[in-house]
């Protein structure tokens, strides 16, 4: 299909049917997977295990393990879809840009899902090709260069592995202690993905705010356009995955102009179709910069679920399949809070206090159907609609309040 305006749609599971294929199955998945469906198109999941998300709206499934090259290309030449769409980060690139290099149309192009899934990568192209602003960075594989790298971007500091997601593997290193930089190193490696042994260490930089900028590549009347939302501010309260979220910001005209230019920049370095998740950080001191780019819908992004005429997962699916995607406007403020589960291996655990939770004007919950629960897995996620983002957020405090995995 390709960067081509599409002028039909189909039906699936038959001879002309548009096919698209999830590689990753979560609850960000699951939606782009819904909104695929709307619109009449074939989907097929593939994840690490049975019965993820997007599996329980999908007209086909497969678990194989993501990281096998082969399995990977296997599962992509016996379906034969139009677009494989990548949807989390623990997938083989290698298997992506064999893919792509036979004609198979990978979102938003291999090039991205490897960048992105790599943090030097990323940091080298950001900084070094874009010239964006970041933090102080420095590279490191093995304990001894950690040290120097540590003292170079000046403590407190951050060890993160070289590829790895959702915060795992994140050491904070207060003190310049050769002993406490060697045991972050050594668990930055352990928790890394794949078998890596280099380390990126970033400057710890006091946060007034973090933004998610979605911006979004799509087939217009005269070539692919670049455009994104208003940006969604949220914040992670010490954790180092996103707790809160909400839509529209009320920071300065001035900063969201700064973070909305950074996510075009990222988006069109990387190409291709389809959304961005560009996330920025404004520091206390005013500084705007850089973290890290999502090429797929963002988890923060799901409060556009309540807040916009289309949702980052509807803008998605029409981008990528060669649809216009008008700048959606916002209709209501909105805010959204993930759940998280707090006890490991419960199986078809339960969702409780949903019923007092919805009582509240204004509020759905999302449930994403997660078959089993490890300590910290994201289970679910309110989301609330307000007359301004301070009553949605208080509506979506209290509705979370009630809801406990069980």
């Known amino acids: 299909m390709g960067y081509r305006k599409r002028e039909y749609l189909s039906t699936p599971l038959f001879g002309e049917s548009i096919k698209i294929m999830l590689l990753g199955g979560g609850e960000l998945g699951k939606e782009i997977a819904i909104e695929a469906q709307r619109l009449g198109v074939e989907v097929v999941v593939v994840d690490r295990y049975d019965w993820a998300p997007a599996m329980h709206v999908a007209h086909r499934r497969y678990v194989i393990d993501m990281l096998n090259t082969n399995a990977v290309k296997a599962v992509a030449e016996r379906e034969r879809p139009d677009v494989i769409v990548p949807e989390i980060e623990a997938i083989s690139y290698e298997a992506l840009e064999d893919l792509e290099s ?6 938003p ?16 192209f ?10 102080k960075y420095a590279f490191a594989e093995s304990p001894d260069e950690a040290v120097e790298a540590c003292d170079k971007v000046g403590y407190p500091c951050l060890l993160k592995p070289e590829m790895s997601s959702s915060g795992h593997g994140h050491v904070k290193v207060s003190e310049p202690s050769p002993k406490l930089v060697r045991e972050a190193y050594e668990y930055a490696v352990r928790h890394s993905r794949g078998k890596s042994r280099r380390v990126i260490a970033e400057e710890f930089v006091q946060l007034e705010t973090e933004f ?3 911006a979004y590549r799509f087939v217009g009347d005269n070539g692919v356009v670049t455009d994104t939302c208003e940006p969604v501010e949220h914040w992670r309260y010490g954790k180092y995955h996103y707790i809160e979220s909400w839509q529209p910001s009320q920071k300065p005209v001035n900063v969201l102009d700064k973070a909305r230019e950074i996510g075009v920049r990222v988006a069109e370095g990387l190409g291709g179709l389809g959304i961005f998740g560009v996330e920025i950080f404004l520091t206390k001191d005013g500084k705007i910069l850089f973290s890290e780019v999502a090429p797929r819908p963002h988890d923060t992004g799901m409060v556009t679920m309540a807040s916009q005429e289309l949702s980052e997962f ?12 008008p700048r959606p406007r916002i209709l209501t403020p909105a805010a959204s809070i993930a759940i998280y589960a707090e006890v490991d291996n419960v ?6 206090g949903v019923y007092e939770a919805m009582k509240i004007e204004g509020v759905d919950v999302r449930v994403f159907g997660k078959p089993f629960t490890y300590r910290d897995r994201r289970m679910a996620v309110v989301l609330a609609r307000g007359r301004s983002v301070e009553e949605a957020l208080d509506k979506a405090r209290k509705a979370a309040s009630h809801i406990a995995i069980m």
Not at 102 to 107: E, N, P, S, T, Y
Not at 126 to 135: D, F, I, S, V, Y
Not at 319 to 325: D, E, F, K
Request: hydrophobic content about 55%; overall charge positive.
């Open 109 to 124: 192009n291999a090039k991205a899902v490897r960048i992105a899934m790599n943090r030097i990568e990323l940091r080298r």
């Open 347 to 352: 199986w078809a655990p339960r969702i409780a």
């Open 102 to 107: 036979r004609g198979f149309f990978v979102v």
């Open 212 to 214: 998610t900028v979605l």
């Open 314 to 325: 509807a803008i998605h699916v029409r981008a990528i399949l060669g649809l216009p995607v």
């Open 126 to 135: 950001a900084a070094e090709r874009l010239g964006l602003p970041t933090t």
